[in-house]
């Protein structure tokens, strides 16, 4: 059992991980856009691992539900998004130990710092983008000309999918009551 209670946040996030992408694949529109639990995940990471285990696990969950397509298309969308789940694994460092509010806003945070490094990417590499602040502005708020959803959407799903997937984690870390915990004692003692 101490086995189990030790690993049951990292399984609970890998399963979510999985499972969220998988609905996000198959039910597309039933899943928000940016409302996974990978960001969470590598956030999280940080907060259990003193070591590079804790960036590793996350990142083999999160290639292992990346096509591979994705990665030989896009390689610079592939090479950002790693660089933003990396800056929220080492903010998510700095929430070790806190309490459970402030590993929220932690959560929160590392949402608005994804974001701000993708899309400023995005601004950086885009031609959809004027090179300007005006146009990092778009990048960063209300997105291309003609796109389908703001970016303050995905944004927002970000912020609500690293709370509710970091407010799981913390749950899954509590400990259980001792009465669930110890064996049931035998009925009838052998004599």
Known sequence: MPAMKRYLPVILMIVLLIGFRLAG???PEYVPQNFQPVAALFFCGA????????????????????????LLEEPAVFATTLLAFGCMFFFGMWF????????????????????????TAAWIG????????????????SGPTGGNLPSWIFLRNMIAGNVLFTALFLLACVPLPVAL????????KPR
């Open 126 to 141: 885009s031609p959809l983008y004027a090179k300007t602040m005006g146009g990092l502005w778009q990048s960063l708020w």
């Open 25 to 27: 694949l198959l039910l």
């Open 96 to 119: 070790r130990k806190r309490q459970a509010a402030l590993i929220i806003l932690g959560a929160v945070g590392s949402a608005v710092i994804f974001h701000i490094v993708t899309n």
């Open 181 to 188: 915990t110890s064996r049931t004692p035998a009925l009838a």
């Open 47 to 70: 907060l259990i691992c003193n070591e590079w285990r804790g960036f590793l696990v996350p990142l083999g969950a999160w290639l292992a539900t990346y096509w591979p397509v994705h």
